[in-house]
């Protein structure tokens, strides 16, 4: 079990620029853990595609979805996180890091067991959700 001494990356997810957002319940039911939901574009500029900024507790991931109809960008802006698309190993996702998730792939993301994460997501499209990950084979990406 994760103890508060060996969470990594807090303060930095929290104080973004881009800000914290609040408590992400529209989605809670798709994600493992507590993600946090911060819009950064006004859905009245009637634009094709969102952007938000999402952070994740430790441990927080998303289930396995698709963006059927349209893509996602995730720009890490804080702490560490994985990216997995069905069929693939999972990635690591740092500060700066771009990850392009293409039409209709099925993936997950979100917080590596011990740092707070955050990215902002520009989304295209509808998304189809499925099964949670494994979390065996979460747990096994660390180590």
């Excluded at 493992?32 to 009245?44: H, Y």
Aim: some cysteine.
């Amino acid at each position: 079990m994760t103890t508060i001494s060996n969470i990594e990356h807090e303060d930095e997810v929290k104080n973004s620029p881009f800000g914290f957002g609040e408590f992400n319940e529209a989605y809670a039911q798709y994600f493992t853990g507590a993600s946090f939901l911060k819009g950064l574009v006004n859905p009245e500029d009637n634009i094709e595609w969102h952007m938000a900024q999402v952070s994740f507790e430790p441990g927080c991931i998303n289930h396995w979805h698709a963006h059927t109809t349209g893509y996602q960008v995730l720009l890490c802006t804080a702490g560490e996180g994985w990216v997995q698309e069905e069929g693939k190993e999972a990635v690591r996702l740092k500060v700066g890091d771009v990850y392009v998730v293409r039409k209709g792939v099925k993936h997950w993301h979100g917080a590596a067991k011990n740092s707070w994460f955050s990215h902002i997501a520009i989304t295209a499209g509808q998304t189809q959700w499925f099964e949670p990950v494994n979390q065996g084979d979460y747990e096994a990406l660390d180590k």
